[in-house]
C-alpha cells in the first residue's frame, strides 16, 4: 500500500541538507516531467532553481527555515511550503510541497 504522499494530489519533493533530492511523489515527477521528471532524484535541487530563488532556497538548507507563498505561472495559481525535515529530531534536509490554489478559494476568519 503507498503512504500517504504516493497519492497526494501536490507535489511533494525531498532533498538533503546539501539540496539532493532524494524522493519526489508522483505528482511533483509529472510537474517536473519535461525537467528530468524521477531521473531528478539524486541531482542537486539548487541547479533546478534561477537566481535569486537559489540563493533563498540554499539559505533556508544552512538556516533550516521555512519558506511559504504563492505563485502564478501560465494562469495556474500554486501555494508552495518549504520546511525543514526531521526525523527523530535530526535534520535531515527540506521538503516542498506545492498545490493548486482553486480560483474561488474561500477565505474564513474564526473567532
Known amino acids: 500500500m503507498n503512504s500517504w504522499y504516493e497519492d497526494f494530489e501536490g507535489a511533494v519533493t525531498i532533498c ?4 539532493i533530492i532524494t524522493f519526489m511523489n508522483l505528482t511533483s515527477q509529472r510537474q517536473f516531467l519535461k525537467y528530468g521528471g524521477s531521473d531528478l532524484i539524486g541531482t542537486n535541487l539548487l541547479d533546478c532553481h534561477p537566481e535569486p530563488s537559489r540563493t533563498k532556497l540554499g539559505g533556508l538548507l544552512k538556516s533550516q527555515g521555512t519558506n511559504t507563498y504563492t505563485i502564478e505561472k501560465n ?6 511550503h518549504q ?8 535534520y535531515r534536509g527540506m521538503i516542498e510541497i506545492s498545490f493548486l490554489i482553486p480560483d474561488n478559494l474561500p477565505h474564513h ?3
Do not use: H, T, Y
Open 75 to 80: 494562469g495556474i495559481k500554486k501555494i508552495i
Open 83 to 90: 520546511s525543514p525535515l526531521f526525523e527523530q529530531g535530526i
Open 109 to 111: 476568519i474564526r473567532e
Open 16 to 19: 538533503d541538507p546539501d539540496g
